[in-house]
């Protein structure tokens, strides 16, 4: 009785192309690892390890870092205040843009003029807004609190009263991200086919009803892609919170867990690595709910033409 053995699979040579694609990928792939998969393994790693006086990682810990960050009540206000702080942000934020956008879209006589002005925000950088509006909060000289005087209105301590320090850093963030949102969504008012507004007006809509049942559900991609990425910049956002309230605030009412980072790894000569390791895998695990939370829920509203 004879057997036969099958025959070896076929291995195929790699061709040139495949070489060339490979070839080209490789800065890439080597960019990627170098600062996306290293950083966030190294993070990992210092999490799970306790941290000298330099900062040097030395026992290891496991899970405790976790269990006294998630157990702690300061944590539970400082991941409060983070999600106040995007929603005081994005909403406004994506919102406020679409209102701007809509508006210079009238036939007013005179509106294009705002135009670039409602873009020159995005010109600013984080740190010449937030001084400008150190400047425009200052409680005797500030622009703020001389309006509202001119109306009888007291003095508001825009970055000294725990109710308003918050509020203040949002809308200097609205202001810095509202001429972004009006560049992407001028953009997607002008890829709108101009037989759609043909049509509509011979309808008999036009003016504000055009702009509601055409203009904005045509804007869906566009203001999904404004919530997705005005949601993770407000979550990483630092520059301005501080600037404008250090030590994050006055009773911590502008300590996001951005700036916790920071203060648990930087300031005042802190060198605790390990924990405010553990603090940026958390916010990385958010960045990544809060992002599968929309793409599962919002962009199933989106229409893509």
């Known amino acids: 009785m004879t057997t036969s053995s ?63 960050m998630l157990g702690s009540a300061e944590f539970r206000h400082i991941l409060w205040v983070t999600f106040a702080f995007v929603l005081l942000t994005v909403i406004p934020g994506v919102l406020g843009g679409l209102a701007i956008v809509l508006l210079l879209e009238q036939h007013i006589k005179g509106i294009r003029i705002f135009r670039t002005a409602f873009a020159l925000p995005f010109a600013f950088s984080v740190a010449s807004a937030s001084v400008i509006f150190a400047t425009i909060y200052n409680p005797a000289i500030g622009l703020a609190n001389g309006v509202l005087g001119r109306f009888g209105v007291d003095r508001i301590g825009w970055l000294t009263d725990p109710s308003w320090a918050l509020i203040s850093v949002a809308i200097t963030t609205v202001w810095m991200s509202i001429g972004y949102n009006v560049l992407v969504l001028s953009a997607g008012i002008g890829a709108i086919p101009q037989e759609i507004n043909e049509a509509a007006t011979l309808d008999g809509a036009g003016g504000w009803r055009a702009s509601r ?12 892609f404004l919530v997705v990425i005005s949601t993770i910049q407000s979550l990483q956002g630092f520059g301005q919170i501080k600037i404008l309230t250090p030590e994050g605030g006055p009773e911590q009412s502008t300590k996001t867990l951005v700036y916790s980072i920071y203060h648990t790894a930087f300031a005042n000569n802190a060198s605790d690595f390990g924990a405010a390791s553990a603090q940026a895998i958390v916010l990385f695990v958010i960045l990544l709910a809060c992002t599968a939370i929309q793409f599962g829920v919002l962009e199933r509203r989106v229409h893509y033409k």
């Open 213 to 224: 049942f055409i203009t904005v559900p045509l804007l869906g991609p566009q203001l999904f």
């Open 6 to 68: 099958a025959p070896a699979p076929l291995r195929r040579r790699p061709t040139p192309a495949s070489l060339l694609s490979w070839l080209m990928l490789a800065p890439c792939v080597v960019i990627f690892a170098l600062f996306i998969v290293w950083p966030l393994g190294k993070s990992v790693s210092l999490s799970l390890h306790g941290s000298d006086l330099f900062g040097r990682p030395d026992a290891f810990v496991g899970l405790q870092h976790y269990r006294d």
